[in-house]
């Protein structure tokens, strides 16, 4: 019978990988507890219209992407494609506005999303999502830029290239909208066909098409930026002043709309030169609409996601590995062996990493498994050494042997 294999898209990720995982994981942590932001866990199945609503319905990701399926002939649900609709419904649903005027908040987990698997793109893959909410100040917007930065230099990310851009609010926007849809109309039959769908439902998405023809078309289309109104101009300078102060380089991009609707103002992405445009290790935005549209109160916010698969195939060759036993112990005989057991999960108890082999096969087939296991030293126990309350300790470094009163064992394997 043929073994029974993962889910196409979906992948497991191994011992040695999540750890490396992790080591990542609490850099992340620890910058994020420096900019004073908590930790929300969401569930990863939502009603399938939070989705529709809160990413829009004519983007990728709800036309083509989604886990959708009927509960057993009762409500749609969905496995979450993304981060920031379920925080903002937790948001709403536990006014959490009434604790304070600005939340700042933090995700780590699972996503799923059914895109065509290939390198770096997954059916499940994880992010980091960061949403600040309350808060329409500009200093917000480059407060998260700046940690963003930070956060990749924390984990040994140095060649970054940050593009931003505003989007304007839905006032300025419309102008836009226009101008772009009289530009695409001559263009009309050379845009593929989800472009001249997209162009009466929402033409800002032709931006993000990844399709070659549609991208030299937009090459020459109107921007954003030349349409914002004063006060979108005046946010958008903010955040760049703020950016200057720490001289954090930048490059504006006017032709980054990101994939998803609810974006206003500053919208950012982080792409690592050799990477292309197309495989961002991180994009946010400024979404000042979302909260109300989601039916609660009308409250600015601004968020962005890490991937994190990709920001760890980034770093796949600067990482340590585990860190090995401290102390294996081999037995020989039942009674040493006992003697052992009880020894080995004592010290685990005690907060000392210590391995063992329950087998009871030969010492040569112990000490090799000690050997592998990399402990740092191995503790022989035979019967006669039991009865004496001792055992022999070996140096794995040096291959130096010695006898060790069991009481005093710690003191020898002190780290
Ligand atoms: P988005 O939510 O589409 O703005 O994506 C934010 C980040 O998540 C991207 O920059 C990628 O790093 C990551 N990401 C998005 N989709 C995938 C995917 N299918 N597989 C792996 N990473 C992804």
């Known amino acids: 019978m043929n073994a029974i294999t993962a889910v196409k898209g979906f992948k497991d990720i191994l011992p040695e990988e999540a750890y490396h995982w992790q080591q990542v994981e609490q850099l992340i942590r620890g910058v994020l507890a420096d900019f004073c932001f908590k930790e929300i866990h969401v569930p990863i199945l939502e009603k399938t219209e939070l989705f529709a609503k809160g990413i829009g319905d004519t983007t990728d990701i709800v036309e083509k992407e989604m886990y ?18 379920s925080v903002l419904r937790a948001y709403i649903e536990h006014s ?6 600005v939340t700042k908040l933090f995700s780590i987990g699972p996503m799923f999303r059914r895109e065509r698997p290939q390198k770096g793109r997954y059916r499940q893959f994880h992010q980091i999502d960061v949403e600040v909410l309350g808060s329409e100040e500009p200093q917000t917007d480059a407060e998260l830029i700046l940690m963003l930065v930070h ?7 140095e060649n970054l290239s940050l593009d931003i851009n505003s989007l304007g609010c839905p006032a300025c926007r419309s102008g836009f909208r226009q101008k772009l849809i009289d530009f695409m109309q001559d263009t009309l039959t050379s845009l593929c066909e989800d472009c001249q769908r997209r162009l009466t439902n929402n033409p800002l998405r032709v931006f993000d098409c990844k399709n070659d023809a549609c991208r030299r078309l937009i090459q020459d289309a109107p921007t954003i930026p030349d349409f914002i109104c004063d006060g979108c101009r005046w946010h958008f300078d903010e955040v760049k002043a703020c950016l200057d102060m720490f001289a954090l380089p930048y490059n504006l991009n006017p032709r980054m709309v990101r994939g998803l609707d609810y974006y206003t103002r500053t919208t950012f992405e982080i792409t690592i030169p050799h990477m ?54 081999a037995a020989l005989g039942s009674e040493a062996q006992a003697a052992a057991f009880k020894l080995c999960n004592q010290l685990r108890l005690e907060g000392i990493r210590v391995e063992m082999d329950y087998s009871g096969k030969s010492l040569k087939s112990q000490m090799k498994k000690a050997d592998k296991s990399g402990s740092l030293y191995t503790l022989i126990l035979g ?4 009865q004496a309350g001792e055992g022999e300790l070996r140096d794995m470094r040096s291959s130096k042997q010695w006898a060790v009163p069991l009481e005093s064992l710690r003191s020898h394997i002190a780290q």
């Open 68 to 85: 959708t399926f009927r509960d057993r002939g009762e409500d749609s649900l969905t496995l979450r494609p993304e981060a920031t609709a």
């Open 96 to 101: 959490m506005f009434n604790q304070g005027s």
């Open 151 to 157: 956060l990749f230099r924390t984990v040994g990310l």
């Open 276 to 329: 292309g445009a197309q495989n961002a290790v991180v994009g946010g935005g400024r979404y000042d609409g979302l909260i109300r549209d989601l039916g609660g109160p009308d409250i600015p916010g601004i968020g962005f996601a890490i991937g994190f698969e990709r920001l760890m195939s980034l770093l796949h060759d600067r990482q340590d590995d585990p860190p090995p036993p401290v102390l294996f112990i």
């Open 383 to 386: 019967e006669r050494e039991i």
